[in-house]
C-alpha cells in the first residue's frame, strides 16, 4: 500500500465542528492506502516551514510515496483591519523554502500542493477577516510558483466556490457534506498515483 502524507490547516485536520477533508480521506482509502498527516494545524506558510523537521520525526520519510499539502488561508488572513499576515511575496518565498524542504525530507514522494478554499465574506468578524479575491490572487501565486517547481496543483478553491452555507459548520470551515466533497477532490487527485 502507498503511504500519503497530508500536510494541511482546519480545512484538511478539522476544527470545532468540522471534520476536515483528512479525516474523510483516511476513511474512504483504509485498505487501499495509509494517510498520515501531522496531528497539528499546520497554519500558515512560515509555521509549516518551523515545524516541518519536528512532523518527520513521527513518520518514515522515505516510505512517504505521495504528499498533498496546503498553505494560504493563514497566510491571508487579516486580523484586527491589519494586513494579511504573510504579504503575497512573503507567500510565496515560504511556500518555495517549504517546498524545499518537502523534496529533502520526502525524498521518495509526489507532491501536490493544494489552493485554499474560498469563505463566506458576509459571515465573518471584521476583526478575523479573509477576502475571496485575495484568496484567489494568492493561489494564483502559488500556482505560477508551482508550476515553475514542475508541482502538480489541486484546486480546491474550485471545487469550494459554489458551495453555500449549507455546506460550511461556519464562515471558513466545511461540515460533513462540504468535507466530502473536498476530499472526493483530494482523492480524484491521488488516484493516479495510488
Same mark, same amino acid.
Given at each position: 500500500?502507498?503511504?500519503?502524507?497530508?500536510?494541511?490547516?482546519?480545512?484538511?485536520?478539522?476544527?470545532?465542528?468540522?471534520?476536515?477533508?483528512?479525516?474523510?480521506?483516511?476513511?474512504?482509502?483504509?485498505?487501499?492506502?495509509?494517510?498520515? #498527516?501531522?496531528? @497539528?494545524?499546520? /497554519?500558515?506558510?512560515?509555521?509549516?516551514?518551523? %515545524?516541518?523537521? !519536528?512532523? =518527520?520525526?513521527?513518520? $518514515?520519510?522515505?516510505?512517504?510515496?505521495?504528499?498533498?499539502?496546503?498553505?494560504?488561508?493563514?497566510?491571508?488572513?487579516?486580523?484586527?483591519?491589519?494586513?494579511?499576515?504573510?504579504?503575497?511575496?512573503?507567500?510565496?518565498?515560504?511556500?518555495?523554502?517549504?517546498?524545499?524542504?518537502?523534496?529533502?525530507?520526502?525524498?521518495?514522494?509526489?507532491?501536490?500542493?493544494?489552493?485554499?478554499?474560498?469563505?463566506?465574506?458576509?459571515? #465573518?468578524?471584521? @476583526?478575523?477577516? /479573509?477576502?475571496?479575491?485575495?484568496?484567489?490572487? %494568492?493561489?494564483? !501565486?502559488? =500556482?505560477?510558483?508551482? $508550476?515553475?517547481?514542475?508541482?502538480?496543483?489541486?484546486?480546491?478553491?474550485?471545487?469550494?466556490?459554489?458551495?453555500?452555507?449549507?455546506?460550511?459548520?461556519?464562515?471558513?470551515?466545511?461540515?460533513?457534506?462540504?468535507?466530502?466533497?473536498?476530499?472526493?477532490?483530494?482523492?480524484?487527485?491521488?488516484?493516479?498515483?495510488?
Amino acid at each position: 500500500m502507498k503511504n500519503i502524507y497530508l500536510i494541511g490547516d482546519s480545512i484538511c485536520n478539522g476544527a470545532g465542528n468540522s471534520t476536515g477533508y483528512g479525516v474523510v480521506v483516511k476513511k474512504r482509502l483504509e485498505g487501499i492506502a495509509n494517510v498520515l #498527516a501531522p496531528d @497539528d494545524n499546520c /497554519r500558515f506558510a512560515q509555521y509549516t516551514l518551523r %515545524y516541518l523537521f !519536528d512532523w =518527520a520525526q513521527t513518520v $518514515d520519510c522515505d516510505s512517504i510515496d505521495i504528499v498533498h499539502w496546503n498553505n494560504g488561508l493563514w497566510d491571508v488572513l487579516r486580523l484586527n483591519g491589519d494586513e494579511p499576515l504573510s504579504p503575497p511575496e512573503i507567500y510565496v518565498y515560504m511556500l518555495k523554502r517549504v517546498h524545499n524542504v518537502l523534496i529533502r525530507t520526502f525524498k521518495n514522494a509526489k507532491i501536490i500542493f493544494a489552493t485554499s478554499t474560498a469563505v463566506i465574506e458576509e459571515m #465573518a468578524s471584521p @476583526d478575523f477577516f /479573509r477576502y475571496n479575491r485575495e484568496i484567489k490572487q %494568492y493561489n494564483r !501565486d502559488a =500556482a505560477r510558483l508551482m $508550476d515553475e517547481l514542475r508541482v502538480e496543483v489541486n484546486d480546491l478553491y474550485e471545487v469550494s466556490r459554489p458551495l453555500g452555507r449549507e455546506y460550511h459548520a461556519d464562515w471558513v470551515h466545511y461540515n460533513d457534506l462540504g468535507s466530502d466533497i473536498l476530499a472526493d477532490a483530494v482523492i480524484k487527485k491521488l488516484k493516479p498515483y495510488l
